[in-house]
């Protein structure tokens, strides 16, 4: 099993509830700092913050946290790839994704796709909504 695990600054909560709301996923675990071992403190301010994170998109696992910030880097040389079968829905989960982000590419129709766009969601993870050619 192979499974993409997104460092956030600060906002892991939010995004897990915006990936909900926007794509459907289901909040499986979102364990916080306070939860963990008395011999595991963390600094008040992170008290809150999310040490491990789980959703699932389709039935596919997506694990993230809240990186702190002396850790965190932003995003770059990846992409999440979610892959949709019907291109009105993909297009509609890529819109409601870049929305208070940005887009690198328009979806649209391509040589290998029924729909396909690159963009930022309004918390840094660069994604790929791909509606192939043949469901696989």
Known sequence: MLNPYLFYNGNCEAAFKFYE?????????????????????SPPERKQKIMHGRI???????????????????????????????????????????EGGSVNMPFGKTFFSKGFGMGTDQ?????????????S
């Open 123 to 135: 918390f840094g993870i660069p994604w790929m909504v791909n509606c192939p050619l043949e469901n």
């Open 56 to 98: 699932s998109i389709n039935g596919q696992v997506l694990m993230a946290s809240d990186a702190p910030p002396e850790h965190f880097h932003k995003p770059q040389g990846f992409s999440v790839s979610l892959t949709v079968g019907d291109p009105a829905d993909a297009e509609k989960k890529f819109k409601a994704l870049c």
């Open 21 to 41: 709301k926007t794509l459907g996923a289901r909040i499986e675990l979102m364990l916080r700092n306070e939860q963990a071992p008395p011999e595991m403190p």
